[in-house]
């Protein structure tokens, strides 16, 4: 069970829209629509951003949205904000009922 | 708003048994799985497993050998137990509730705990 792979860094300035992926196989991303996405600010625990693909928990603005095609999913970030900057994280239900998460992005807002 | 808090021993030396366990501060258990997932210094996030209320319990298979889960609804408790650590298991361990439904998220987190590995 490999982690997603997701690229290191992202940025983008005020405003912007920034893109990050997460690539997986047919057996978990691929195989299943349940991709979340988690931000995790610097000494914070993780707050659930996107789930099912492209759902939004209550309270999460939607310049955040989620999509997939294959077995890569991505998060876009509409609009952004200082407060956006932080690492983020995919998550993918998997085969034998477990889970994998991505190998995490962090997000700089220039 | 449900709140969870994580607690546990801080320290534990190389090749003993690391316990944890995480309170719930309200609201029924019964309907929900809960996780355990941990972040080594400086690293990503790595879920460690699941449990219900119902007895059912998956784990992550590269420490399925090692880990138990259990949850006590009386106590508003899950607990976490992994043997024969190491210092790979140096971590901030943190537990979570899914989300309501089939939708496999991690919906609330608690703030963590750190479990250091050293003699």
């Known amino acids: 069970q490999s982690a997603l792979t997701q690229p290191p860094s992202a940025s983008g300035s005020p405003g912007q829209s920034v893109t990050i992926s997460c690539t997986g196989t047919s057996s978990d991303v691929g195989g299943y629509n349940y991709v979340s996405w988690y931000q995790q600010h610097p000494d914070k625990a993780p707050k659930l951003m996107i789930y099912?693909?492209?759902q939004r928990p209550s309270g999460v603005p939607d310049r955040f949205s989620g999509s997939k095609s294959g077995n890569t999913a991505s998060l876009t970030v509409s609009g952004l904000q200082a407060e956006d900057e932080a690492t983020y994280y995919c998550s993918s239900y998997a085969s034998s009922n477990s889970y994998v998460f991505g190998t995490g992005t962090k997000v700089t807002v220039l | 708003q449900v709140q969870l808090q994580e607690s546990g021993p801080g320290l534990v030396k190389p090749s003993e048994t690391l316990s944890l366990t995480c309170s719930v501060s309200s609201g029924s258990m019964n309907s929900y799985y809960w996780s355990w997932i941990r972040q080594p210094p400086g690293q990503g996030l790595e879920w460690i497993g699941y449990?219900?209320?119902?007895?059912?319990?998956e784990y992550n298979p590269s420490l399925k050998s090692r880990v138990t889960m259990s949850l006590d609804t009386w106590k508003k408790e899950i607990s976490l137990t992994l043997s024969s650590v190491t210092a790979a298991d140096t971590a901030l361990y943190y537990c979570a509730r899914h989300k309501a439904g089939a939708s496999n998220a991690f919906e609330i987190w608690g703030p963590g705990t750190v479990v250091t590995v050293s003699s």
């Open positions: 449990t219900h209320y119902s007895g059912s319990a």
């Open positions: 099912e693909v492209t």
